[in-house]
C-alpha cells in the first residue's frame, strides 16, 4: 500500500502562518508532498487542516512562510491561479452549478470549443466515458441538481481529477458519499496515486485514512503534531496525538463527553412528532423524546435530519404529521409557536441561520427572549443585561464584552452565544443540529458536557451530528435517516457506528435492486 | 509580527472610523468651503432656505433608511398629492385632506409590505410594480391635470417658522427623533435590525418577520405622504407627473451615503438626515458658484461611489 | 492494528437514481423554472390571438408591426440587461447610456456614419466597463454603483447638450439611418437588430464557455470563485455587454428618429428592461434565466400597452396602472408558483 517515498517533493510548505482577527488559525506548519504518494491530513474540527489547504490552493494569502511548487517560489492569489498551476481541489461541498447539466459541470472552466462555441456533442461525449470510466452511470444531459448529492460529488471529483493537475486535494470527500461510492473514490485515489499525482487526503474518518494514505500529518490547534509513515502508527497513537491526550486515558474515559445510554428512560414522552410527511422531503419520520432523554438523528448528508429537526420547530412546511409538546398538540407550523412551547433549535448553519452577524453578543443573545425581554413595546435594558452577563458566565463566552459584534468571535463562543439565546427561553425542549460542528477542542468538550447536563436535568434532546460516535456516544436511542425516509430506530447495545452504517448500506442496496 | 499587527489593526481602525463619521466629515468640509469661497453663505437666509428645501428629502429617506429598497416612494408622494388635491378641491377642510392624503400613503404602504412579505417578491420588484402602477393611479385620481390648491395653511407650511427655523424643518427632526427612538429603544426596532441582518434567523428565532415588514413599508408609505403634502404645499399645486419624481434616488442615495446599508442591519438615522443636508447643499454649493445641474449630478454620482467605497465592510480573510 | 470489520466490496456501477426525493426536488425546480420562462411566451401567444379576436384595430399587420418597432429598442437593451441579472447583478444606468449614445451618435453625424456609430458605441462601452470594475474590483453593491451610473451619466447627457438645450440633429442623410429607418420583409431593420442580438445574445449564454461563467456565477459566486472561474472578469464583462446594448438602442433611435432627441430620453428605460427581464422568468436572484423569456417579456409588456390604448381607449395614466398592475400580477405568481412546488424555503 505504501509506495517508496521519491526525491524532492512537487510541494512544499514552510512554516506557513495565517492569523484571523488575531487569532492564529496556522502558527509554523510545514508540510511536504511527493508525486505518486497519499498524504493524510488530520485534526480535529479547528485544528488548521481546512486553512492549510485554503492558503495552498489560493483562497488565503499567509502571513509568513512559503510555498514552493516543482522547487520554485509560488503564492497563488486566487484559486484559479491555483488551478492553472495544476493544483485541483475537491470540497466538502459541491461547488458546481446545479443548474447546468452534468456535462457542462464536468467541463466548468475548461469547456472544449469550435469557433468559440461549445462542442457538446463532445462534451456530453467525453463526460459519459469518464464517468462510467468511474463506475458512475448518469445522463449526462440532466441538470446536475436533479442527481443525488452523492453523484453530484462524484461529479465534482471526476472533474478535478480529469484537469491533469499534480496535486490533488481532496478536502472530506466521503461526507455525501454511500460505502459503495466511498470505494469507488478510494478506487480513483489508487489510480490517480498509479499516475504519479500527489494527493492530498483530509478526512477525520480514521478508516479510510489508514486504508488509503502512505503518510499522515497530525494538526491540533493551528500546529504541526506530526508527520510519518502510516504503517508506524497505530488507530490509537493517531487519535491521541489528535486530541493530545494519552491513549490509555481515552480508552478509559470515551472519546466524548456525552454521556449516553448509561440510563433507562422512562415516563410520557416530553417530545411527540410522528408520521411527519412533506412532498420529496420528509417521508414518514416519527421522533419521540422523553424527558432526560437524548435521541439521536444519524444519517448521511442529505438524508433529512436537519429537515426533521426544522419539521419539528415549525420550520419546514409539513403535508401531514402529529406533533405533541407535554402532551399538547401544535398546529401551527410556525418556529413562534414552538418557542411558546418552550422548544427551541439550533440551527445547523450558524451563520445563515443563527447569527445576526453585525450585531452585539448581548443583542444576539436577547433575541429569541424579546417577548420577555420588553414592556409596553420598550425594551427593557436592564432586564437584557442581567440575562445577558448570566449566561455569558454560565456557558464561559470567551469576549471582549458585551457589545462586541459576534462576527468578530471564534467559532466556539458563536455557538455558545446560539446556546446562550436557546436557553434564554427556559426550554423543555431542545433540538441541537450539529451544536459542535466547526469549534474548537475547548469548546467542544464545553458544549458536550452542557448538553449531557442538560439532559440531566430533565430536558429532552435531539442531537444531530455528523459525527458518528458523538451520536453513538451521547444518544439513548438513535433514528437512523436516509433520503427523507426513517431505516431504523436503535435503543441501547444495539447502537454503534458499524450498525448504523449497515443500515444505511442495506438501503442503498435495495434501491439499486429497484432501479435494476 | 507585532509591528504588522499593530499597523493592521491600526489601518482598520482608521477604516472604520471613516465608515462611521465619513459623512460628518464631509458635511463640515462642505460648510466651510462655503463659508471661504461661496459669497453670503453664513446668513441666516442660506439656512432658512436649506431647511426649507431640504425636509421632503430627509422624510422620505427616514422610510428607506428603515425599511430598505422602495422605490415607489416617489408615486406615493404624487398619490398623496393627489387625494389632497380631490379632497381640498371637493371642500373638505384642510386638515382632514391631509390625514386623507397621509392614510393613502399608508395603505399603498401596507400594499407594498404584503407583496414583499406574504407573496414573498423582493422588494426590488415588488415596489418597482408600484412606482409605475402608482404613479398612474395618482395621474387617474387627478385626471391628469395639474391641480392649483389655494390653501391659506399651505403658506404656514411653507414659511412658517418657529425662531427662525422653518416649520418643515423642525416636523422632519422631529420625525427622524421619533424614527431613532424606534429603532433603538423599542422591540419593533430590535425586530427591524434582525431581520435586516439576518432575516432567516430572525425567522427561527420565533420573529413575527411578516408583520414587521409590513409595518416597515407602512412606515415608509407614511412618511412618503408627509413628503407629498409638504412638496404640494410648497408647489401650491398638486402635479402628478411632476410631484416626486426621481425622489427615490435622491433619498436611497442620501441613506446610502449617510451609512445605511441597504441590505437591513445598520441604521443611522443621523446620518441619513446628515446624507440629506450634505446632497442638498451641496447642490446650492454648485449653484451659487454656477454650476450646471449637469455637474452637481456628475458630482454627486462620483460622491455616491466615494461613500460606499468608505463603507465597504472589511474584508475578514485573504 | 487490525483493519476495521467494513464491507470491502468491488467497486460496483452506481445507478445516479438513488437521490430520489433529491432528484424529484430539482425535477420540480426546472419545471418552475421552465413554466416562468415558457409561461411568458405562453401567455404571450395567448394575449396575442385573443387580442386579435378582442380588438380587430389590434391584429392588423401595420399595428403589429409598430408594435414589434416600438419594443425593439427596450428589447435590445432587455437583451443586455438580462446577461447583468443572471450573474447576480443589476444595471441601473441602462437609460442614461441610452440617451448618452443617443446624444452622441447625433453630435458625430457630421463627421459620418462610421464616427458617429463607433463613438457612441464606445461611450457606451466605456460607462459599462467602468461599472463593471467597480463592482468587480471593489466590490461595491452593483444596485448603487449603477444608481451612480444612472445619475453621472444622465448629468453627463446634460452637459454635452447644454443643459439639454441642443438637440443635435442630423442634417442630410447618412448611411446608419437605413438601420433605423430601412425595413426587410416589411419589418422594420430596428425588429431585425434586435432579433439578431437576442439570438446571438442566446447563443452567448447557452453555448459559450462564458455563458456557462455567467450562470454559474450568478447562482454562487463563492462557488464560482473556488472552481477556479474568472469571476472578476465575468462580472465586468456583463457590464459591458449591458452597456453596449444600450448603446445600440441609442443609435437606433437616432438613426430612426434623425436627432433632435431631448437630453432626458430614456428616462425610467431600466425600469422597464428589468420588468422585462422580471417577467420572462430570470430570477433576480441569479443563476437562472433566458433570453427566450425576456423577448417574450419584451414583446408582453408592449402588446398590452398597444391594447389598451387600441382597444380600451383609456388614457394613458390607466396604461401606466395596467402596466404596473401586470408586473405585480406576474412576479407574484411566479413567486408564489415557485413556493407551491416546494422550491423556495418558508
Known amino acids: 500500500m505504501s509506495t517508496p517515498v521519491t526525491s524532492s517533493p512537487i510541494l512544499k510548505v514552510t512554516s506557513a502562518s495565517k492569523r484571523f482577527a488575531g487569532v492564529h488559525a496556522l502558527e509554523d506548519v510545514s508540510i511536504e508532498l511527493h508525486a505518486g504518494s497519499v498524504h493524510a491530513l488530520v485534526g480535529e474540527n479547528g485544528a488548521g487542516k481546512s486553512t492549510l489547504i485554503k492558503l495552498i490552493t489560493g483562497v488565503y494569502q499567509l502571513d509568513s512562510g512559503s510555498v514552493q511548487l516543482r522547487g520554485e517560489d509560488v503564492a497563488f492569489d486566487s484559486p484559479r491561479s491555483a488551478q492553472r498551476a495544476g493544483i485541483a481541489t475537491i470540497y466538502q461541498e459541491v461547488h458546481l452549478a446545479p443548474q447546468l447539466s452534468v456535462a457542462r459541470n464536468f467541463f466548468l472552466g475548461r469547456e472544449p470549443t469550435r469557433l468559440g462555441s461549445l462542442d457538446l456533442k463532445r462534451m456530453n461525449r467525453e463526460a459519459g466515458d469518464a464517468l462510467k470510466r468511474y463506475g458512475i452511470v448518469a445522463d449526462v444531459k440532466r441538470p446536475l441538481g436533479e442527481l443525488g448529492l452523492g453523484i453530484q460529488q462524484m461529479v465534482a471529483i471526476a472533474r478535478a481529477v480529469e484537469t491533469d493537475a499534480s496535486v490533488v486535494i481532496m478536502d472530506e470527500p466521503t461526507s455525501s458519499l454511500e460505502p459503495r461510492e466511498v470505494d469507488l473514490l478510494l478506487e480513483l485515489v489508487a489510480q490517480l496515486k498509479a499516475k504519479d499525482v500527489a494527493i492530498v487526503y483530509v478526512s477525520h474518518k480514521l478508516d479510510e485514512v489508514f486504508r488509503a494514505c502512505d503518510t499522515i500529518t497530525v494538526l491540533r490547534d493551528g500546529k504541526l503534531v506530526s508527520t510519518g509513515p502510516t504503517k508506524e502508527l497505530t488507530r490509537r497513537q493517531l487519535i491521541s496525538r489528535m486530541l493530545g491526550r494519552d491513549a490509555a486515558e481515552l480508552e478509559k474515559d470515551g472519546r466524548t463527553k456525552l454521556a449516553g445510554h448509561s440510563k433507562t428512560i422512562e415516563g410520557e414522552p416530553l417530545l411527540r412528532a410522528e408520521h411527519l410527511n412533506r412532498r420529496l422531503i420528509l417521508e414518514d419520520v416519527s421522533v419521540v423524546v422523553r424527558p432526560g432523554e437524548v435521541v439521536g438523528l444519524a444519517g448521511l448528508l442529505g438524508s433529512g435530519r436537519s429537515e426533521t429537526a426544522k419539521a419539528i420547530f415549525g420550520a419546514l412546511p409539513l403535508d401531514s404529521g402529529e406533533i405533541e409538546v407535554g402532551g399538547k398538540a401544535l398546529t401551527h407550523q410556525t418556529p413562534a409557536s414552538r418557542i411558546r412551547e418552550r422548544v427551541a433549535m439550533l440551527p445547523e448553519d450558524r451563520k445563515a441561520e443563527g447569527l445576526i452577524p453585525d450585531m452585539s453578543i448581548r443583542d444576539n443573545i436577547g433575541l429569541a427572549a424579546l417577548p420577555q425581554l420588553t414592556k409596553a413595546g420598550l425594551v427593557s435594558r436592564k432586564r437584557v443585561d442581567d440575562i445577558v452577563k448570566t449566561f455569558m458566565t454560565r456557558l464561559r463566552i470567551k469576549a471582549a464584552g458585551p457589545n462586541q459584534k459576534v462576527s468578530e468571535l471564534s467559532g466556539g463562543n458563536q455557538q455558545k452565544v446560539l446556546l446562550a439565546r436557546l436557553l434564554c427561553l427556559n426550554p423543555r425542549v431542545l433540538l441541537l443540529d450539529e451544536p459542535t460542528r466547526g469549534i474548537d477542542v475547548g469548546a467542544k468538550a464545553e458544549v458536550q458536557a452542557l448538553v449531557a447536563e442538560l439532559a440531566e436535568k430533565g430536558m429532552a434532546v435531539v442531537l444531530i451530528s455528523s459525527e458518528l460516535e458523538e451520536v453513538v456516544e451521547g444518544s439513548d436511542a438513535v433514528v437512523v435517516l436516509r433520503d427523507g425516509a426513517q431505516l431504523g430506530r436503535l435503543v441501547g447495545d444495539d447502537i454503534s457506528e458499524d450498525k448504523i452504517m449497515d443500515l444505511i448500506a442495506d438501503a442503498a442496496s435495495e434501491q439499486i435492486e429497484a432501479v435494476k | ?318 | 492494528m487490525t483493519a476495521p470489520a467494513t464491507k470491502q466490496q468491488k467497486p460496483v456501477a452506481v445507478a445516479a437514481d438513488h437521490g430520489g426525493r433529491e432528484a424529484a426536488r430539482a425535477r420540480a425546480r426546472a419545471l418552475t423554472s421552465l413554466i416562468s420562462r415558457n409561461g411568458a411566451v405562453a401567455v404571450l401567444i395567448l394575449v396575442v390571438v385573443l387580442g386579435a379576436l378582442i380588438v380587430p384595430s389590434f391584429g392588423k399587420p401595420d399595428n403589429l408591426r409598430n408594435v414589434a418597432l416600438a419594443a425593439s429598442f427596450i428589447g435590445i437593451i432587455a437583451a443586455g440587461m438580462t446577461f447583468v441579472i443572471i450573474c447576480g447583478g443589476i444595471d441601473l444606468s441602462v437609460g442614461s447610456t441610452y440617451a448618452l449614445a443617443t446624444i452622441i451618435s447625433a453630435m458625430y453625424a457630421p463627421r459620418g456614419s462610421f464616427i458617429a456609430v463607433l463613438y457612441a458605441m464606445l461611450a457606451a462601452g466605456l460607462v459599462g466597463l467602468v461599472q463593471g470594475l467597480i463592482i468587480a474590483r471593489w466590490r461595491l453593491p452593483a444596485f448603487i454603483v449603477t444608481l451612480a451610473g444612472l445619475t453621472g451619466v444622465r448629468g453627463l447627457v446634460y452637459y454635452i447638450t447644454n443643459e439639454g438645450n441642443d438637440h443635435p440633429k442630423i442634417e442630410g442623410r447618412l448611411a446608419f439611418e437605413a438601420l433605423g429607418t430601412g425595413s426587410l420583409a416589411t419589418i422594420g431593420t430596428p425588429v431585425w437588430i434586435m432579433l439578431l442580438v437576442f439570438a446571438i445574445g442566446w447563443w452567448a449564454l447557452n453555448r459559450t464557455p462564458f455563458g456557462q461563467s455567467v450562470q454559474a456565477v450568478g447562482g454562487n459566486q463563492d462557488a464560482a470563485e473556488l472552481m477556479g472561474l474568472p469571476v472578476k472578469r465575468t462580472q465586468t464583462i456583463v457590464y459591458v455587454v449591458s452597456g453596449l446594448c444600450a448603446g445600440l438602442s441609442g443609435i437606433l433611435t437616432t438613426a430612426l428618429s434623425g436627432g433632435g432627441q431631448e437630453a432626458r430620453i430614456g428616462d425610467a428605460y431600466e425600469l422597464s428592461a428589468i420588468a422585462a427581464v422580471v417577467i420572462g422568468g430570470t430570477l433576480l436572484s441569479g443563476g437562472v434565466g433566458s433570453m427566450v423569456g425576456t423577448l417574450a417579456g419584451v414583446l408582453l409588456l408592449f402588446v398590452i400597452q398597444n391594447l389598451i390604448v387600441q382597444g380600451a381607449n383609456l388614457n394613458s395614466y390607466v396604461q401606466q396602472v395596467v402596466s404596473g398592475g401586470f408586473l405585480l400580477v406576474v412576479v407574484i405568481l411566479q413567486a408564489v408558483l415557485s413556493r407551491r412546488t416546494g422550491t423556495s424555503e418558508t
Open chain 2, 1 to 318: 509580527m507585532t509591528t504588522l499587527a499593530a499597523n493592521f489593526r491600526d489601518r482598520t481602525a482608521v477604516a472604520a472610523w471613516t465608515r462611521e463619521h465619513g459623512v460628518y466629515v464631509a458635511l463640515v468640509l462642505l460648510i466651510v468651503y462655503n463659508a471661504i469661497a461661496t459669497p453670503n453663505f453664513v446668513t441666516v437666509d442660506t439656512v432658512q432656505l436649506l431647511f426649507s428645501q431640504v425636509p421632503p428629502v430627509i422624510i422620505v429617506a427616514l422610510g428607506i433608511g428603515t425599511g430598505g429598497v422602495d422605490l415607489s416612494v416617489g408615486s406615493i408622494m404624487a398619490i398623496a398629492s393627489a387625494v389632497l388635491a380631490k379632497f381640498v378641491v371637493g371642500g373638505t377642510p384642510i386638515g382632514v385632506a391631509m390625514l386623507a392624503a397621509v392614510a393613502a400613503g399608508l395603505l399603498v404602504g401596507v400594499f407594498n409590505g404584503l407583496v414583499v412579505a406574504f407573496a414573498r417578491v423582493q422588494p426590488i420588484v415588488a415596489t418597482l410594480g408600484v412606482l409605475v402602477a402608482g404613479r398612474g393611479i395618482a395621474l387617474v385620481i387627478t385626471g391628469g391635470a395639474l391641480v392649483e390648491l389655494f390653501v391659506p395653511f399651505f403658506k404656514t407650511i411653507r414659511l412658517g417658522k418657529f425662531i427662525g427655523v422653518p416649520y418643515v424643518m423642525i416636523v422632519a427632526a422631529l420625525l427622524a427623533v421619533a424614527v431613532a427612538f424606534l429603532v433603538r429603544r423599542t422591540a419593533f426596532g430590535y425586530r427591524l435590525l434582525a431581520i435586516g441582518g439576518n432575516r432567516r434567523a430572525s425567522v427561527l428565532a420565533g420573529l413575527p418577520v411578516r408583520r414587521t415588514l409590513i409595518v416597515v413599508y407602512a412606515i415608509s408609505g407614511t412618511l412618503a405622504a408627509v413628503a407629498g403634502v409638504i412638496a404640494t404645499a410648497r408647489l401650491r399645486a398638486s402635479d402628478p407627473s411632476y410631484i416626486g419624481l426621481l425622489m427615490e434616488l435622491s433619498a436611497i442615495t442620501a441613506v446610502v451615503v449617510g451609512g445605511t446599508s441597504l441590505n437591513g442591519g445598520r441604521v443611522r438615522i443621523l446620518g441619513t438626515v446628515t446624507g440629506a443636508i450634505l446632497l442638498q447643499l451641496l447642490e446650492s454649493t454648485l449653484v451659487s458658484h454656477n454650476a450646471p445641474d449637469s455637474v452637481a449630478r456628475m458630482v454627486e454620482a462620483v460622491i455616491i461611489i466615494a461613500a460606499v467605497y468608505v463603507q465597504r465592510p472589511a474584508r475578514s480573510s485573504r
